[in-house]
């Protein structure tokens, strides 16, 4: 079983900054990719950005390319998510989620973090 704990969530003022974590525990050995979604208020959830676990390559949506830059810890065990130059769409719940064998297949996911931005 894999576990996935979000944080870093919270309110702020548009042009600022935030930082989420992704700690995830349980089998995690041979994961193939981490990645971030979203989901605003009435729509669906959409991807943001991922990161390979091997190799480290990384992947955004064309909506936060050049804000947010997806990264990871030593151990890999933490994923982590800095968002520069908020902006109020950036606003929603905020999941990481885990695929184990890649094809984008994510099988894990966490309770996700809110993040707010104000106008």
């Known amino acids: 079983q894999v576990q996935l704990v979000e944080s870093g969530g919270g309110l702020v003022q548009a042009g600022r900054s935030l930082r989420l974590s992704c700690s995830a525990s349980g089998r995690t050995i041979g994961t193939y990719a981490t990645g971030w979604f979203r989901q605003a208020p009435g729509r669906d959830r959409e991807f943001v950005a991922s990161i390979r676990t091997s190799g480290g390559s990384t992947y955004y949506s064309d909506s936060v390319k050049g804000r947010f830059t997806i990264s990871r810890d030593r151990t890999g065990n933490t994923v982590y998510l800095q968002m520069n130059s908020l902006k109020p769409e950036d606003t929603g719940v905020y999941y990481c989620?885990?695929?184990?064998?890649?094809?984008?297949?994510?099988?894990?996911w966490g309770q996700g973090t809110q993040v707010t931005v104000s106008s």
């Open positions: 989620a885990l695929d184990p064998g890649g094809g984008a297949s994510y099988d894990y």
